[in-house]
């Protein structure tokens, strides 16, 4: 399945942004999708994933200020970022979230949307 991410653009530290995520085919029988991040001159990470029965797993600072949701009925995943911080200016993604696999050893990505924070 292949993802297509939006809804990245300029915003204040304190506000609110809404990222969009569109797979190419069901995500149903996919037990759990993320959003990951790529700050430049850094390693992409984890920022949430949600597994199929709701838990959460959270890298670094995103817990308590963004949330995942996940629709399986349009094959679409959102991450609603409250109160970012200008650390938190970097591209976002959307795919599967293999439990067991390095985020560098992932097999594809989509485009990304690219995120910036600043006043």
């Known amino acids: 399945v292949q993802f297509v991410e939006s809804g990245g653009g300029l915003v204040q530290p304190g506000g609110t942004l809404r990222l969009s995520c569109k797979a190419s085919?069901?995500?149903?029988?996919?037990?759990?999708v993320g959003w990951f991040r790529q700050a430049p001159g850094r390693q992409r990470e984890l920022v949430v994933a949600?597994?199929?029965?709701?838990?959460?797993t959270y890298g670094g600072s995103a817990k308590g200020r963004f949330t995942i949701y996940r629709n399986n009925a349009d094959n679409e995943l959102y991450l609603e970022m409250n109160s970012p911080l200008p650390e938190d200016t970097a591209v976002y993604y959307c795919?599967?979230?293999?439990?067991?696999?390095?985020?560098?050893?992932?097999?594809?990505w989509g485009p990304g949307t690219q995120v910036t924070v600043s006043s």
């Open positions: 795919n599967e979230f293999l439990l067991l696999t390095p985020i560098d050893d992932y097999d594809s």
């Open positions: 949600q597994e199929d029965g709701g838990r959460l």
């Open positions: 085919r069901s995500i149903f029988k996919i037990y759990a």
